[in-house]
């Protein structure tokens, strides 16, 4: 059974520009979940979808947001970039939320 | 506020010994706990993990401890193989919350 896949796996933006990333479950799979990596904050969660439904949201400004497809597909989406965004965005998948969590090998996000 | 800590950022271990993760948790509403490996410029590969109606779980060279009433739970690796050398991550979650609280990692490297 193949992993979880996201797309682009690097990506280099300037300041102010705006991205969307993408994540395709494990078959199977209804729930997703988004996360940052920095050096700095460590793995900070962003939020979570289940059937097309945001169910928890962490603490991030508004120009982070996300959505999922009727197929689990899901994308998310940063607006006027900033320094700071510059992180490894990790998604995962499971069955049920209550699954344990499966991680894709995450987009690079580099904001010049 | 970091509910998930891992005060040791690092662990050097020679090959054949065994390795002890240590971790340790503020929430008590927490009830899963799961352990993650990390190698660079890849997504976190679940490991191991415990519910919190247990105390032990083993899989293999990995057995994790729980201990609810200090919040405390460590991750053991009997013996430690040179591919044991990565980022451990532990994270916590409760049923219905929807996301995973990670602490901030602890590079182990095992010495041959």
């Known amino acids: 059974k193949a992993g979880v896949t996201q797309t682009p796996r690097y990506l280099i933006k300037t300041r102010g520009q705006q991205v969307t990333l993408s994540c395709s479950p494990i078959?199977?799979?209804?729930?997703v979940s988004w996360y940052q990596q920095t050096p700095g904050q460590g793995l900070q969660f962003l939020f979570e979808?289940?059937?097309?439904?945001?169910?928890n949201k962490g603490n991030f400004p508004g120009r982070f947001s996300g959505r999922q497809f009727s197929n689990s597909r899901s994308e998310m989406n940063v607006s006027t970039l900033e320094l700071g965004d510059s992180a490894l965005y990790l998604c995962?998948?499971?069955?049920?939320?209550?699954?344990?969590?499966?991680f894709g090998p995450g987009t690079r996000l580099l904001v010049l | 506020d970091q509910q998930v800590k891992q005060n040791s950022p690092s662990l050097s271990v020679q090959e054949g010994r065994i390795s002890i993760l240590n971790c340790d948790y503020t929430?008590?509403?927490?009830?899963?706990f799961l352990w993650y490996k990390k190698y660079p410029a890849e997504g976190p590969t679940f490991l191991i993990s415990?519910?919190?109606?247990?105390d032990k779980n083993e899989d293999g060279r990995f057995t994790v401890f729980l201990n609810k009433s200090a919040k405390h739970l460590s991750l053991h690796i009997v013996p430690s193989q040179p591919g044991d050398s990565a980022v451990y991550f532990c994270?916590?979650?409760?049923?219905?919350?929807?996301?995973?609280?990670f602490g901030a990692g602890t590079t182990v490297t095992v010495r041959a």
């Open positions: 995962a998948s499971s069955v049920t939320y209550e699954e344990t969590q499966y």
């Open positions: 078959s199977g799979h209804r729930s």
């Open positions: 979808y289940f059937s097309e439904t945001q169910r």
């Open positions: 929430n008590s509403m927490f009830d899963y």
């Open positions: 415990i519910s919190s109606i247990k």
């Open positions: 994270a916590a979650t409760q049923y219905y919350d929807y996301k995973l609280s």
